[in-house]
């Protein structure tokens, strides 16, 4: 089953409204000007298409990888990742699940082992790094309250 914005990416790719360039990422409008992309509030590329703010990355994915990158119970990761680099080679289609399990083995971006500290809530992986226990526990206090717990990384 496809999504609203799903059905929406298909449709314009497939009519040639849009042309994608697989190496680059870049999606180009009907009069052969890349479009301008713009980053919403989760850091992805996002362009302005049929009045509606379409996610770059999944277009990129349904031109390389067909209607299987835009069915429900799959995301699109990119494999560096840097959601601004869109390129075909740098996208991959999987289930839901499998990012799931994937997220929750991946370590900590900036956090080196022996050195810095984690927090966490009881039970759960390291939310975040940092360099000092002090910045640690500022943000513990300010995003988790008393049940966030602080950890030496090892």
């Not at 059905?7 to 009069?31: E, K, N, P, Y």
């Not at 992309?37 to 031109?63: K, M, Q």
């Not at 966490?120 to 975040?128: H, I, K, N």
Request: charged share 20%; aromatic share 6%.
């Amino acid at each position: 089953m496809l999504t609203r914005t799903s059905l929406l990416i298909q449709q314009l790719v497939d009519s040639g409204a849009v042309r994608v360039d697989l190496a680059t990422g870049v999606v180009t409008g009907l009069r052969g000007r890349p479009l301008k992309p713009r980053l919403d509030r989760s850091g992805y590329a996002t362009v302005s298409l049929a009045r509606n703010h379409l996610p770059v990355h999944r277009i990129v994915a349904y031109a390389a990888f067909g209607e299987r990158a835009l069915q429900a119970g799959t995301v699109i990761t990119h494999i560096d990742g840097d959601r601004g680099h869109n390129a075909a080679a740098n996208l991959r289609v999987q289930p839901a699940a499998a990012r799931a399990r994937s997220a929750r083995t991946r370590p900590v971006p900036g956090a080196f082992p022996g050195m810095g500290w984690g927090v966490s809530l009881p039970g759960e992986p390291v939310r975040a790094a940092f360099a000092t226990r002090e910045l640690a526990e500022e943000y513990a206090a300010w995003k988790f309250g008393p049940a966030a717990e602080i950890l030496p990384l090892r």
